[in-house]
T-cell receptor, first 115, second 112 residues
Framework: AQSVTQPDIHITVSEGASLELRCNYS??????LFWYVQSPGQGLQLLLK??????LVQGIKGFEAEFKRSQSSFNLRKPSVHWSDAAEYFC?????????????FGSGTKLNVKP | DTGVSQDPRHKITKRGQNVTFRCDPI?????LYWYRQTLGQGPEFLTY????????KSRLLSDRFSAERPKGSFSTLEIQRTEQGDSAMYLC??????????FGQGTRLTVV
């Protein structure tokens, strides 16, 4: 069965510092991987996705993520964090068979940004 | 394009009452998804529609839950005889086929 683990519940970084949010997945085949962001009281916004090809994917708002099959990881990174990046971030695996939007989400990482 | 719209945004109900939520997807989107998100957790898949057909239901969707999408446009999610464990954020998403899904802002249900 598909599952996603985000080991860090909370992370605090200073504004301008780099960021890496961890995501590990359990999946039997080539996964479809996603990162979403959720601001308080809001829905989810897609940051980036990986289906195949180049393992380093670029997303919106300056985020990128790297797919590492050998480590079953899809970590999210940003070189310089802005105060507006404070939010909750969810990693997700899309279901097989082409219905990618049936997601299995991790439990999320809440990002705080210190001024 | 106003995005995915959910109504109401907040609902407080007494245990045992029935509640109904509505989701209006982006107009040309043929797929519609319902998710439930409890505090401190990621969203969990409940069900999805392709046009008016409900193609999949999670085991999380007990007999007290029913979802419909008449005419393949808006969708409703009804919970009968609500329980405190039903308190959660209910998220709706829509997509055009397997393209990117867009989420609504959710309906937060509190059962007292």
């Amino acid at each position: 069965a598909q599952s996603v683990t985000q080991p860090d519940i909370h992370i605090t970084v200073s504004e301008g510092a780099s960021l890496e949010l961890r995501c590990n997945y359990s999946y039997g085949a080539t996964p479809y991987l996603f990162w979403y962001v959720q601001s308080p009281g809001q829905g989810l916004q897609l940051l980036l996705k990986y289906f195949s090809g180049d393992t380093l994917v670029q997303g919106i708002k300056g985020f990128e993520a790297e797919f590492k099959r050998s480590q079953s990881s899809f970590n999210l990174r940003k070189p310089s964090v802005h105060w507006s990046d404070a939010a909750e971030y969810f990693c997700a695996v899309g279901a097989p068979g082409g219905n990618f939007n049936k997601f299995y989400f991790g439990s999320g990482t809440k990002l705080n940004v210190k001024p | 394009d106003t995005g995915v719209s959910q109504d109401p945004r907040h609902k407080i109900t007494k245990r045992g009452q029935n509640v109904t939520f509505r989701c209006d997807p982006i107009s040309e989107h043929n797929r519609l998804y319902w998710y439930r998100q409890t505090l401190g957790q990621g969203p969990e898949f409940l069900t999805y529609f392709q046009n008016e057909a409900q193609l999949e239901k999670s085991r999380l969707l007990s007999d007290r839950f029913s979802a419909e999408r008449p005419k393949g446009s808006f969708s409703t999610l009804e919970i009968q005889r609500t329980e405190q464990g039903d308190s959660a954020m209910y998220l709706c998403a829509s997509s055009l086929g397997t393209a990117e899904a867009f989420f609504g802002q959710g309906t937060r249900l509190t059962v007292v």
